[in-house]
């Protein structure tokens, strides 16, 4: 089963709105990470947040990390219609010999309208 | 650098042929996998390398091999191709720190008839 389930599963809004999408996970993680995806296309990395952070920002996306809510959230300010794609959060919970591993949730389509 | 790149884009079989994907990335990375997404849904993993001459098994590896060719190459055969293996199928690599990120390949899209 996916480690990562987010909400909504779409959302459409206007341009120039924030749009927020979350992402809850089941175990302990190294690092949770946020990926868009254009249609047919692959996926682009967002931004890192590392499990002993609360708050990281990047340009026009703010990530916040409760690690004892196992969730996440990423906001996106001031949207733009070339912001419409999917967005997937995946959590980080390998290491070592093993080496790294994500997992990744069932994703937010996000519309924004001009 | 072409980051990570991936062959074929598109491939069509029918039910009981083989085909393997290829996948190279030019970054020195350690780490490799392929994923595979379904529509709809988010990735999958299907194998991983964490380095060369090692690799694993992710969430869904019945029905794939791999091969760890050297450094800069992953590769992933289907053996007997079945209609629900069509599906997207990503490659990815990280250079192997835990808080590095994956570089992702543009996919390969494979139908099984």
């Known amino acids: 089963s996916q480690q990562g389930e987010e909400d909504p599963q779409a959302l459409s809004i206007q341009e120039g709105e924030n749009a927020t999408m979350n992402c809850s996970y089941k175990?302990?993680?190294?690092?949770l990470q946020w990926y868009r995806q254009n249609s047919g296309r692959g996926l682009v990395h967002l931004i890192l947040?590392?499990?002993?952070?609360r708050e990281k920002h990047s340009g026009r996306l703010r990530v916040t990390l409760d690690t004892s809510k196992k969730s996440s959230s990423l906001l996106i300010t001031a949207s733009r219609a070339a912001d419409t794609a999917s967005y997937f959060c995946?959590?980080?919970?390998?290491?070592?010999?093993?080496?790294?591993?994500?997992?990744f949730g069932e994703g937010t389509q996000l519309t924004v309208n001009p | 650098n072409a980051g990570v790149t991936q062959t074929p884009k598109f491939q069509v079989l029918k039910t009981g042929q083989s085909m393997t994907l290829q996948c190279a990335q030019d970054?020195?990375?350690?780490?490799m996998y392929w994923y595979r997404q379904d529509p709809g849904m988010g990735l999958r993993l299907i194998y991983y390398?964490?380095?060369?001459?090692?690799?694993d098994k992710g969430e869904v590896p019945n029905g794939y091999n791999v091969s760890r060719l050297n450094k800069r190459e992953f590769s992933l055969r289907l053996e007997s191709a079945a209609p629900s293996q069509t599906s997207v199928y990503f490659c990815?690599?990280?250079?192997?720190?835990?808080?590095?990120?994956?570089?992702f390949g543009p996919g390969t899209r494979l139908t099984v008839l």
């Open positions: 995946a959590t980080e919970r390998g290491g070592g010999t093993s080496g790294s591993r994500l997992t």
């Open positions: 175990t302990s993680i190294n690092n």
């Open positions: 390398s964490a380095s060369e001459g090692t690799t």
């Open positions: 947040i590392r499990s002993n952070e």
């Open positions: 970054m020195n990375h350690n780490s």
């Open positions: 990815a690599s990280i250079s192997g720190g835990w808080f590095d990120t994956q570089y």
